[in-house]
């Protein structure tokens, strides 16, 4: 089998049925259904669990190019369908100058908006139910879906607006266009506060980070940028496809953006590092892929392309097993696969998660490892035989669900959990037992003390926690971020915590009486962190690409 035939074989789901190229794809906010345009004229709905397609929403009289289900209404092709924030509405945008809303549940038109005097390109809904709309008249306007009127149109472009994105927070628009810039626009004033020029051929797709410091654009010269939105600067060209880059987005839970090409590839790109994640290089498209768009949890990639969708599980992250002879990697194919650290070799793929498989971590002996899913369970496995040895179903009725983070006790006598709540278990019995009580704060990542007495925790709320090793009662919270805490880990000698943040900090704390001893700064967020075992170093990691060991004793970076 080529490289070309496996590949294929990762796809999740292809879903066919438009009878002419597929030009734009995108989820539902549940994850549960995406929608597709073509050039058929028509956009489908398709309910991704059972691979079927729910409606055909059909009515263009030219291509769709973006859409979920088959809506008809419209003249010519559809360029661009999105999703309300809400999931209970359809927006698309057509070579028939207009822009149309439906309602996604029956596919009735609600409402069609005119104004344009070319084809629409693009169209995108902001957090409060606006749209936004792009268009070959050089032309950016917003749009109130109540008065169903225009409110605001942005002129700045030179050429065909191929692309609109609002940021997350909604106070700011970006576009693409065929004069070869990207900008940055004011909704309240329609002032351009930005222009990044640096594309050798037209803008057609723009993306924004989840925390909205970053723009990604992707261009007809088989690259995508990387921009800085505060500093105006391009921090990194993504330069791998062979042909012109048609979409690009941004995952929102990781540091990857995924770009669909004319080259037939769809890439995965490690944005810190500014190169493509070769082994998540998707070719099971025939022909040029025309639209990318991850699913809100960042767990999966839709493609359209030709007369079909595909849905891939991508991204891995690795841990080392004690000794350093092993590598454990967790990726969003389902599979947990255990790699000899020095050949490079696959010594074994780990077949049981029925959804994309976020942590790993190996006992103290290096013989078992357990694995956290999005299919809310935490595996034990046998690592010499390969063996699952059981498995622990984390959901509860006040659990969303998702295990984000997995930790062995010192002993191997326990297991903690992360997955909005924290939970320990005792791998033998498969059991839980404990967990924190009325404990609201969101946690995400969590590690045992070196000692094994406490517990250091970290999630949305901001906040770090230490708890007792029962988790019965929170003994400290560690206040000071800003933002998000993405990890947390302990000194050696158990006396302080470093924690890695939203917020460009990593910080070290007195593990004792909460005081925040030192805090260190990125360019960008701080992902991850780890204290070097046998000395006062740690080293952090972050989205400004770069990797630094610092010595605690002297604060002082050492490269």
């Known amino acids: 089998m080529d490289d070309q035939d496996k590949n294929k074989d990762a796809s999740i789901e292809t879903l066919n049925g438009h009878t002419d190229s597929v ?27 059972a691979a079927k397609c729910l409606s055909t929403l059909s009515g263009h009289a030219q291509s769709v190019m973006s859409c979920l289900l088959t809506l008809e209404g419209h003249a010519d ?28 549940a029956n596919g009735k038109l609600l409402m069609t908006l005119e104004g344009h005097t070319a084809e629409v390109r693009s169209v995108a809904w902001s957090a409060e139910g606006g749209l936004a709309s792009a268009s070959a ?28 994105a609002w940021s997350p927070d909604g106070t700011r628009l970006a576009s693409g266009s065929m004069d070869a810039s990207a900008k940055i626009w004011n909704p309240e004033t329609g002032e351009a506060t930005a222009t990044f020029t640096g594309h050798e051929n037209g803008v057609t797709s723009v993306s924004w980070s989840r925390n ?3 723009l990604a654009s992707a261009s007809l010269d088989s690259t995508m940028k990387i921009w800085n939105v505060e500093t105006k600067v391009c921090v990194s060209t993504l330069d791998g496809h062979t042909d012109a ?29 500014g190169e493509p994640v070769l082994a998540l290089t998707l070719k099971g498209h025939e022909s040029g892929v025309n639209s990318v768009s991850w699913s809100s949890d960042g767990k999966e990639i839709a493609s359209g392309s030709g007369h079909t969708d595909f849905i891939w599980g991508v991204a891995c992250a690795p841990y080392w097993k004690p000794g350093n002879k092993r590598v454990a990697s967790a990726s969003y194919d389902k599979t947990v696969r255990i790699w000899d650290a020095e050949t490079g070799q696959c010594l074994h793929i780990l077949h049981g998660h029925t959804k994309s498989v976020m942590t790993v971590a190996w006992d103290r002996g290096g013989k078992m490892l357990a694995s956290g899913s999005y299919d809310n369970t935490v595996r034990i496995w046998d690592t010499q035989t390969a063996e699952c040895l059981g498995s622990i179903f984390t959901l509860d009725h006040q659990e969303p669900g998702a295990v984000t983070s997995v930790a062995w006790s010192n002993d191997s006598k326990q297991i903690l959990s992360a997955n909005d709540t924290l939970k320990i278990w005792d791998p033998s019995t498969f059991e839980a037992k404990a967990r924190p ?3 609201k704060s969101d946690p995400r990542w969590a590690r045992w003390s070196p000692d094994g007495t406490r517990i250091a925790s970290a999630g949305y709320d901001k906040n770090v926690r230490i708890w007792d090793s029962k988790l019965t009662q929170c003994l400290l919270s560690l206040e000071g971020h800003t933002d998000w805490v993405f990890c947390v880990d302990w000194s050696p000698d158990q006396t302080q915590v470093v924690s890695a943040s939203s917020d460009k900090t990593a910080k ?12 260190i700064k990125h360019d960008d967020q701080v992902i ?32």
């Open 212 to 214: 909205g410091s970053r």
């Open 528 to 559: 991850a962190v780890a204290w070097c075992q046998t000395s006062s170093r740690i080293v952090t990691g972050g989205e400004d690409r770069t990797v630094r060991v610092w010595n605690v004793n002297n604060k002082s970076r050492e490269s």
């Open 137 to 164: 008249d050089a032309i950016v306007k917003i749009w109130d879906t109540v008065l169903q009127d225009c409110i605001r149109t942005l002129k700045g472009h030179s050429k065909s607006v191929m692309a609109v």
């Open 23 to 49: 030009l734009a794809v995108a989820w539902s906010t549940d994850n549960t259904r995406v929608a597709s345009g073509s050039e058929d004229n028509t956009i489908k709905l398709w309910d991704t669990q």
């Open 437 to 439: 009580q009325g404990d």
């Open 508 to 519: 070290i704390w007195h593990a004792s009486s909460g005081k925040c001893l030192s805090t």
């Open 245 to 273: 880059v048609n979409s690009v987005a941004w995952c929102k839970s990781t540091t990857h953006v995924a770009s669909a090409s004319a080259d037939k590839k769809v890439k995965i790109w490690d944005v810190n590092t």
């Open 77 to 104: 092709a559809v360029a661009s369908v999105v999703w309300s924030p809400d999931g209970a509405r359809l927006a698309s945008a057509s070579f028939d100058r207009t822009i149309k809303v439906w309602n996604a």
